[in-house]
T-cell receptor, first 114, second 116 residues
Framework: DADVTQTPRNRITKTGKRIMLECSQT?????MYWYRQDPGLGLRLIYYSFDVKDINKGEISDGYSVSRQAQAKFSLSLESAIPNQTALYFCATSDPGQGRSEQFFGPGTRLTVL | AQKVTQAQTEISVVEKEDVTLDCVYETRDTTYYLFWYKQPPSGELVFLIR??????QNEISGRYSWNFQKSTSSFNFTITASQVVDSAVYFCALSPYTGANSKLTFGKGITLSVRP
């Protein structure tokens, strides 16, 4: 089974709808992240969480919110989806122990907002 | 502020050619990590390598090799004898070394196409 899972994998929705993307991990990592990927722009950080009580904005947090329900779960919400939020969304985890900082990514959620 | 520049956007080679993907970075940190990730057509992100800033030894893993040069702030990735399965988008990324702040800054990616 995959260590980092995302649901749904694909979602088509309409402008103005509320959408939640979910991420779960079995790696036991404290740190979790949400990114979006747009063609030609690479990955940009939306929100990150270093533990259950810690939530931080990334570089493009406007229009998004997150919830860290447990160490293993980190959800991303679009309160009122708009077309320019159409993108590929990735969840990631990391474990800073022993000086390691690589992040492990989920399979991605492709979101289309019509 | 951190920045990663991947000036090449698309590269196309014929199978068995060698290809080098360039990565140049900017950071004010004295210690940091550099990474390469691969994103095949299926879309997932695959971690390839982590290199810390105080280890300038080049690394080779099979057909892959990485050349880290701190003096020019570059961390280039070479694929020797490329194969069709190497076709993917490759991202270079940078993060501070200290565990308290492990955010990654990504480059925009290089799309590599390997033709049979």
């Amino acid at each position: 089974d995959a260590d980092v899972t995302q649901t749904p994998r694909n979602r088509i929705t309409k402008t103005g709808k509320r959408i939640m993307l979910e991420c779960s991990q079995t790696k036991g990592h404290d740190r979790m992240y949400w990114y979006r990927q747009d063609p030609g722009l690479g990955l940009r950080l939306i929100y990150y969480s270093f533990d259950v009580k810690d939530i931080n904005k990334g570089e493009i947090s406007d229009g998004y919110s997150v919830s860290r329900q447990a160490q293993a779960k980190f959800s991303l919400s679009l309160e009122s989806a708009i077309p320019n939020q159409t993108a590929l969304y990735f969840c990631a985890t990391s474990d800073p122990g022993q000086g390691r900082s690589e992040q492990f990514f989920g399979p991605g959620t492709r979101l289309t907002v019509l | 502020a951190q920045k990663v520049t991947q000036a090449q956007t698309e590269i196309s080679v014929v199978e068995k050619e060698d290809v080098t993907l360039d990565c140049v970075y900017e950071t004010r940190d004295t210690t940091y990590y550099l990474f390469w990730y691969k994103q095949p057509p299926s879309g997932e992100l695959v971690f390839l390598i982590r290199r810390n800033s105080f280890d300038e030894q080049n690394e080779i893993s099979g057909r892959y090799s990485w050349n880290f040069q701190k003096s020019t702030s570059s961390f280039n990735f070479t694929i020797t004898a490329s194969q069709v399965v190497d076709s993917a988008v490759y991202f270079c990324a940078l993060s501070p070394y200290t565990g308290a702040n492990s955010k990654l800054t990504f480059g925009k990616g290089i799309t590599l196409s390997v033709r049979p």
